[in-house]
């Protein structure tokens, strides 16, 4: 069963998705504050964490930051304001998942945590094959890890996507949109900007120099490439 940790200091809001989280079979941990997140992460070692942002003591930026430093390969989704875009792309450079807007269709939420669920699933058909190489590149997929010169780099479950279906796909120019339905899924609604703040952080960690990079690049118009060998 998939363990939830639900941290939002609004009880009404908490109680809802909550309800609606154990009515498809999730285990839920509720929270209200940062710190009593904290505990419970430390307790329970969730597979999903929901982040509402505004937080009384440490914020779900900080706590992001927290669970995304000390827990490998939780997947994050973070509650923001309707209206505060700001709120959504500094969620994605803490490393956040996915993102929902307030006031939220609690149907919407469950297709993102399924979503999510997809991306740390550890299937046991990849045990055969299971390396991917393009030098100085490695990809474990059995054990979801991804090396440079034989140097493991940290990614969260989205960035680990993202490099693989490139590392799958070498040479060919990816549309944003395709990113996006491969890795959110075609039933995504939510801002196509998620695809370039991830392909960011992407760059930030593999890139020797991301501003110039070397390995995904850019094409104007379309998306992004794969150039496995610069």
């Known amino acids: 069963m998939t363990k939830i940790l639900l941290v939002e200091d609004e009880e009404s809001i908490r ?16 929270a209200e504050s940062g710190e009593d997140g904290i505990k419970i992460a430390a307790e ?12 009384p003591g440490i914020d779900g930026f900080q706590l992001c930051k927290f669970l995304r430093e000390n ?13 505060q875009d700001m709120d959504k792309i500094m969620g994605l450079e803490y490393g956040t998942d996915d ?16 979503s999510l669920e997809r991306r740390l699933e550890l299937k046991s058909d990849e045990k055969t094959d299971n390396l991917l190489e ?3 590149f490695k990809i474990d997929t059995y054990q979801r890890r991804f090396y440079k010169d034989d140097v493991e780099i940290d990614l969260t479950p989205t960035e680990y996507m993202i490099v693989k279906i490139f590392m799958e796909n070498p040479g060919k120019a990816l549309k944003r949109d395709e990113i996006l339905n491969l890795i959110w899924g075609y ?17 930030s960690k593999i890139e020797t120099e ?11 118009g379309v998306g992004y490439r794969w150039k496995s060998r610069p």
Do not use: Q
């Open 187 to 203: 039933d995504y609604i939510g801002d196509s900007k998620i695809v370039d703040v991830n392909m960011r952080r992407v760059r």
């Open 99 to 114: 993102y929902m807007t307030k006031p939220f269709n609690p149907k919407e939420l469950i297709l993102r945590v399924k």
């Open 210 to 220: 991301p501003a110039k990079p070397e390995f995904i690049e850019t094409v104007w």
């Open 15 to 30: 109680k809802f998705v909550r309800i609606n989280l154990e009515m498809e079979d999730y285990k839920v941990f509720e």
């Open 71 to 83: 827990y490998k390969g939780i997947g994050i989704i973070m509650l923001t304001a309707k209206s």
């Open 134 to 136: 393009f030098p100085p």
């Open 44 to 55: 329970e070692k969730p597979d999903i964490a929901i982040l509402d942002v505004m937080l």
